[in-house]
T-cell receptor, first 113, second 117 residues
């Protein structure tokens, strides 16, 4: 089984930087994804980490430490449109079944003026 | 707009009805997925199809019956659902569910919002 934890809610100011943490315990780890989901919409892919270290993509960066079972998503120069739920998802290899994605509890980010 | 299309967008049905949810993708992806998402909760995996064969069933009740007629289509047949089955049903696809490595994200449709009366 898997246990994936994120803070439930965070609030930040427009223009600031926010870090959303994710901790996980899993077997068969095969990568970690971050998705953004606006209310009533589909989750959209933000970033992927499979090796330790930092991946940067514009205003978004994601970090992974496999030994610590820890990842974070860093959002810079926050904009109002960044208000959304941010989902950490662990990809697990299932023998005979393929890759399985399990989502964390999600972090609802509110960006204020 | 997403590249994974789901129909219908909304569905209201009674507990004795039979209905189907449809999902279509034309990205050449060979893996397709069904998820269930309750309000303010993350998506929960239900089924995985890899190369048109069911590869993962997350102990989903038999009142949900998936079908993959071809590599572009995925259906979810519904029968005798319960009120607690009301949720957003998301379909997703990825290039391949079989590779052990690779940064292949899953692409999600906008979902079907299902209400059981």
């Amino acid at each position: 089984g898997q246990n994936i934890d994120q803070p439930t809610e965070m609030t930040a100011t427009e223009g600031a930087i926010v870090q959303i943490n994710c901790t996980y315990q899993t077997s068969g780890f095969n990568g970690l994804f971050w998705y953004q989901q606006h209310a009533g919409e589909a989750p959209t892919f933000l970033s992927y980490n499979v090796l330790d270290g930092l991946e940067e993509k514009g205003r978004f960066s994601s970090f992974l430490s496999r030994s610590k079972g820890y990842s974070y998503l860093l959002l810079k120069e926050l904009q109002m449109k960044d208000s959304a739920s941010y989902l950490c998802a662990v990809k697990e290899w299932v023998t005979g079944g393929g890759n399985k994605l399990t989502f964390g509890t999600g972090t609802q980010l509110k960006v204020e003026l | 707009d997403t590249e994974v299309t789901q129909t219908p967008k909304h569905l209201v049905m009674g507990m004795t009805n039979k209905k189907s949810l449809k999902c279509e993708q034309h990205m050449g992806h060979r893996a397709m997925y069904w998820y269930k998402q309750k309000a303010k909760k993350p998506p929960e995996l239900m089924f995985v199809y890899s190369y048109e064969k069911l590869s993962i069933n997350e102990s989903v009740p038999s009142r949900f019956s998936p079908e993959c007629p071809n590599s572009s289509l995925l259906n979810l047949h519904l029968h005798a659902l319960q009120p607690e089955d009301s949720a957003l049903y998301l379909c997703a696809s990825s290039q391949d569910a079989g590779e052990r490595f690779g940064n292949q994200p899953q692409h999600f449709g906008d979902g079907t919002r299902l209400s059981i009366l």
